[in-house]
């Protein structure tokens, strides 16, 4: 079965700032998608970034972008120039590279708050 | 579009009462989601469909009953729920591509706050 452990229950940061959140994962696959979804307060998930395992190269999408070490079972988000949207519950995410299984394992979040 | 729909946005119900989430996405996906979101928690698959058909039943109480009737409308139905059942349930929507695909990304709905009394 596959893990995914988000050691940071809670982080703050000043806006404009940069924040880095961790994500380790325990797993036999060799291929596996690898995702930050965001919580905001009005609770909608959104798909921040995603990240194949087969690819060497880290995700990057606009200010987020990942630090994905596969060896490591490492799949760290950072967050450039925070703003004041980015506050909400961040979860990292599997998912096995499996036609018709597609289930989403999740990590227990972590609280990022942006201080004006 | 988009979109991933649900309706209720919330629900309170008693014990006794039988009631339906409905979730609705126009997004062409085959694969349909159902999760189960305490607070501060991360959410927790309850059902998936792929195809119109159940696929994974995460070993759900027979109290919540899913139904897909069409590629686009995923239901749970609710009856004889308990406190505990109180959540925040949300829907999912994706594609089903074989291996190798790069749009499995599920797109999840605003969920339905439920409240059992």
């Known amino acids: 079965a596959q893990t995914v452990t988000q050691s940071q229950p809670e982080m703050s940061v000043q806006e404009a700032e940069t924040v880095t959140l961790s994500c380790t994962y325990d797993t036999s696959e060799n291929n596996y998608y690898l995702f930050w979804y965001k919580q905001p307060p009005s609770r909608q998930m959104i798909l921040v970034i995603r990240q194949e395992a087969y690819k060497q190269q880290n995700a990057t999408e606009n200010r987020f972008s990942v630090n994905f070490q596969k060896a490591a079972k490492s799949f760290s988000l950072k967050i450039s120039d925070s703003q004041l949207g980015d506050t909400a519950m961040y979860f990292c995410?599997?998912?096995?590279?499996?036609?018709?299984?597609?289930?989403?394992?999740f990590g227990t979040g972590t609280r990022l708050t942006i201080i004006p | 579009d988009t979109e991933v729909t649900q309706t209720p946005k919330h629900l309170v119900m008693g014990m006794t009462n039988k009631k339906s989430l409905k979730c609705e996405q126009h997004?062409?996906?085959?694969?349909m989601y159902w999760y189960k979101q305490k607070a501060k928690k991360p959410p927790e698959l309850m059902f998936v469909?792929?195809?119109?058909?159940?696929?994974i039943n995460e070993s759900v109480p027979s109290r919540f009953s899913p139904e897909c009737p069409n590629s686009s409308l995923l239901n749970l139905h609710l009856h004889a729920l308990q406190p505990e059942d109180s959540a925040l349930y949300l829907c999912a929507s994706s594609q089903l591509r074989l291996a190798g695909g790069h749009d499995n990304e599920q797109f999840f709905g605003p969920g339905t706050r439920l409240t059992v009394l």
């Open positions: 997004m062409g996906h085959r694969a």
């Open positions: 995410a599997f998912m096995k590279q499996i036609f018709g299984n597609e289930k989403l394992t």
């Open positions: 469909y792929s195809y119109e058909k159940l696929s």
